[in-house]
């Protein structure tokens, strides 16, 4: 008697090939520190594939949420360092959907030009607050 299928009944398209390459990735993030971004948006998905896909991955402990052109959806699935993000237009239209492996999703991450940025407004914050106070 065979094990029992984890992907349902019968194994469907895509969903089987892409859990087999986040794992793969998770292995290369883990010794090398590579992360990986797969563009699902670019894969032949059949009906219900994304959503069964989706469902294997599940929902981990973190979501994000950034508006920005339009919204982006980050969660973490229930495989700590696989990330699910899905970007919208300002439409509200999906305009893209990734799986990316990494410890935290590079649209999280400040960019230096923003830190910059941020840095330059606080000491100007300060600034006037130590001004005002002499007065």
Do not use: C
């Not at 992907?7 to 398209?13: A, D, I, K, Q, T």
């Not at 990734?98 to 999703?105: A, D, K, M, N, S």
């Amino acid at each position: 008697m065979s094990a029992p299928n984890p992907f349902g009944e019968s194994p469907r398209g895509n969903v089987e090939p892409i859990l087999n390459e986040v794992m793969h990735a998770l292995d290369r993030l883990l010794d090398d520190g590579e992360a990986t971004v797969i563009d699902l948006g670019r894969l032949p998905f059949g009906p219900g594939e994304i959503e069964e896909l989706e469902g294997q991955l599940g929902t981990g402990e973190i979501k994000a949420r950034l508006d920005a052109l339009g919204a982006s959806r980050i969660r973490e699935t229930i495989y700590p360092g696989v990330w699910w993000l899905d970007h919208y237009n300002t439409a509200g239209e999906l305009a893209g959907r990734y799986i990316e492996i990494t410890r935290v999703p590079d649209i999280l991450t400040s960019q230096e030009a923003d830190i910059a940025a941020g840095r330059a407004r606080l000491h100007e914050l300060i600034s006037r607050s130590e001004e005002t106070a002499l007065q």
